[in-house]
């Protein structure tokens, strides 16, 4: 499953490159607003609270990576990989149109 914590830190970093483009991320907030583009709603997020998001991404794959590591050669919890591999996989499902996402990844 090391590819799922590396996909997922990938998309964070995507996230993270796109939010510095758009804005200041210096102070966090929690603003969300709704815009129209066209004929259509838009989220407008606020890039700090994105870029908020993508470092609690990558400390829950790191979590995942240690514990994954903890449990080579049937030594750890083996619980908490499980629990901890479905996290990822919650995490990968919003980038499920991306090309290198696995099918094997749904929950």
């Known amino acids: 499953m090391r590819g799922l914590s590396e996909?997922?830190?990938?998309r964070a970093t995507d996230?993270?490159?796109l939010a510095r483009?758009?804005?200041?991320p210096g102070s966090l907030t929690s603003g969300l607003a709704w815009a129209m583009d066209v004929n259509r709603p838009v989220l407008e997020v606020d890039p700090?609270?994105?870029v908020a998001e993508c470092e609690a991404k990558r400390r829950i794959a790191a979590e995942f990576v240690?514990?994954?590591s903890n449990y080579e050669g049937n030594v750890g919890p083996e619980g908490?990989?499980?629990r901890l591999?479905?996290?990822?996989?919650?995490?990968?499902?919003p980038y499920?149109?991306?090309?290198?996402?696995q099918p094997e990844w749904r929950i």
Do not use: C, K, N, W
């Open 21 to 24: 483009q758009y804005g200041d």
């Open 96 to 101: 499920a149109d991306h090309p290198d996402y």
């Open 15 to 17: 996230d993270e490159e």
């Open 85 to 93: 591999t479905f996290v990822l996989r919650a995490l990968a499902l």
């Open 48 to 50: 700090s609270r994105l």
């Open 7 to 10: 996909f997922v830190l990938a």
């Open 80 to 82: 908490e990989v499980t």
């Open 66 to 68: 240690d514990a994954v």
